[in-house]
């Protein structure tokens, strides 16, 4: 089946700087990917949606100035989370659907981001 | 707006128990549900969908348009089974998760 790989798988960062979490499909391209974050003992929450070739399409509430995403190419998103703060620390997983826009999601690993 | 809820966080059942975990959604168009499974130190991966009206590994799940619901059932628990669950919605473009059941299927 489809995979979708992310990296790093975790990092550890100082307050105040950039990081940089790359999702990649692996043997399909995915004209779209999504964000999603994910706190301790909670679900999955959409940050944004990831247009290649377009800006990404944010939810209500998510930062876009701080959470930069960049779909270079079919199979490449980034999310740079810039300034972070220790409230950035969580869970960040990307997505991207087998064919249609939210047809059968393949999952990355996840990237735990911890910010001290 | 959309909204997945999954009432119960945990869930324990001993082997060989039938299982049920709860999914309820509200959501004014037609929906898409799927289940999502997330084994161990896995990631999370797609368990199934109503569209296709599929058994995966012994787990079904009918989408009760009436009663808003999408429950996920097996009659027969396995050890193997034990695993985080989450309820989808896909709608409007947007893919909405319930909170999440840990399943713990005891021997």
């Known amino acids: 089946g489809a995979v979708v790989s992310q990296h790093p798988s975790w990092v550890i960062c100082k307050s105040g700087t950039s990081v940089k979490i790359e999702c990649r499909s692996l043997?399909?391209?995915?004209?779209?990917m999504f964000w999603y974050r994910q706190f301790p003992k909670q679900s999955l929450m959409l940050m944004a949606t990831s247009n290649e070739g377009s800006k990404a399409t944010y939810e209500q509430g998510v930062e876009k100035d701080k959470f930069l995403i960049n779909h270079a190419s079919l199979t490449l998103s980034t999310l740079t989370v810039t300034s972070a703060h220790p409230e950035d620390s969580s869970f960040y997983i990307c997505?991207?659907?087998?064919?249609?826009?939210?047809?059968?999601?393949?999952f990355g690993p996840g990237t735990r981001l911890t910010v001290l | 707006a959309q909204r997945v809820t999954q009432p119960e966080k945990l869930l324990s059942v001993f082997k060989g128990a039938p299982v049920e975990l709860k999914c309820n959604y509200s959501y004014s168009g037609s929906p898409e549900l799927f289940w999502y499974v997330q084994y161990s130190r896995q990631r999370l991966q797609l368990l199934l969908r109503?569209?296709s009206r599929e058994s995966i590994k012994g787990f079904t799940a009918d989408l009760n348009k009436g009663e808003t619901s999408f429950h996920l059932k097996k009659p027969f628990a396995q050890e193997e089974d034990s695993a985080m669950y989450y309820c989808?919605?896909?709608?409007?473009?947007?893919?909405?998760f319930g909170g999440g059941t840990r399943l713990m299927v005891k021997p």
């Open positions: 989808a919605l896909s709608g409007g473009n947007m893919l909405t």
């Open positions: 109503h569209i």
């Open positions: 043997d399909f391209q995915a004209t779209t």
């Open positions: 997505s991207a659907p087998s064919g249609g826009y939210t047809d059968t999601q393949y």
